[in-house]
């Protein structure tokens, strides 16, 4: 069994910038990976968040995942063009060893069913849970209306 090696980039970019300027900058970094000679194993936009300190007076910021594999030579050109570019606030590249990531669809679409299924998954737990919790509660208090009887053994 042979060992995959790949990288992982994460990016984060300002957060006023629009939602087309995103995919736009995402869409400019998988070409120049490419041309360089890297290939893209998953690409996706992790969204909005808020930083753990400043950066560039900035208190959130946009997070963008890139995973790909290359020979190495490609990371210095790209964190270049990231360095060099005003809207990337950081970036770091970590070498990554093991099963590759699979791919995941980006679509919105796919992400609103997604958790449309899990709003339905945790309306009904939670609907199960009162079930549960007012038939505890019927218990109890059939336990508390029977008068427990003590008996005290003198000696």
Same mark, same amino acid.
């Given at each position: 069994?042979?060992?995959?090696?790949?990288?992982?980039?994460m990016y984060i970019l300002r957060p006023d910038i629009a939602? =087309?300027?995103?995919?736009?900058?995402? =869409?400019?970094?998988?070409?120049?990976?490419?041309?360089?000679?890297?290939?893209?194993?998953?690409?996706?936009?992790?969204?909005?968040?808020?930083?753990?300190?400043?950066?560039?007076?900035?208190? #959130?910021?946009?997070?963008?995942?890139?995973?790909?594999?290359?020979?190495?030579?490609?990371?210095?050109?790209? #964190?270049?063009?990231?360095?060099?570019?005003?809207?990337?606030?950081?970036?770091?590249?970590?070498?990554?060893?093991?099963?590759?990531?699979?791919?995941?669809?980006?679509?919105?679409?796919?992400?609103?069913?997604?958790?449309?299924?899990?709003?339905?998954?945790?309306?009904?737990?939670?609907?199960?849970?009162?079930?549960?919790?007012?038939?505890?509660?019927?218990?109890?208090?059939?336990?508390?209306?029977?008068?427990?009887?003590?008996?005290?053994?003198?000696?």
């Amino acid at each position: 069994m042979t060992v995959q090696i790949y990288y992982e980039t994460m990016y984060i970019l300002r957060p006023d910038i629009a939602e =087309d300027e995103v995919t736009n900058h995402i =869409d400019k970094y998988n070409k120049l990976l490419e041309k360089l000679g890297g290939t893209i194993l998953d690409s996706q936009s992790r969204g909005k968040r808020r930083l753990a300190y400043q950066i560039a007076k900035h208190r #959130e910021g946009i997070y963008v995942q890139l995973s790909h594999q290359g020979d190495g030579q490609h990371i210095f050109k790209i #964190e270049k063009a990231m360095r060099l570019s005003d809207d990337v606030i950081r970036y770091l590249t970590v070498k990554q060893e093991g099963a590759l990531p699979a791919p995941r669809s980006s679509n919105k679409g796919s992400n609103q069913t997604e958790k449309e299924k899990n709003e339905t998954i945790d309306s009904t737990s939670k609907s199960e849970s009162k079930a549960v919790e007012t038939s505890d509660k019927k218990t109890l208090t059939s336990a508390a209306s029977t008068p427990e009887v003590k008996e005290t053994v003198k000696p």
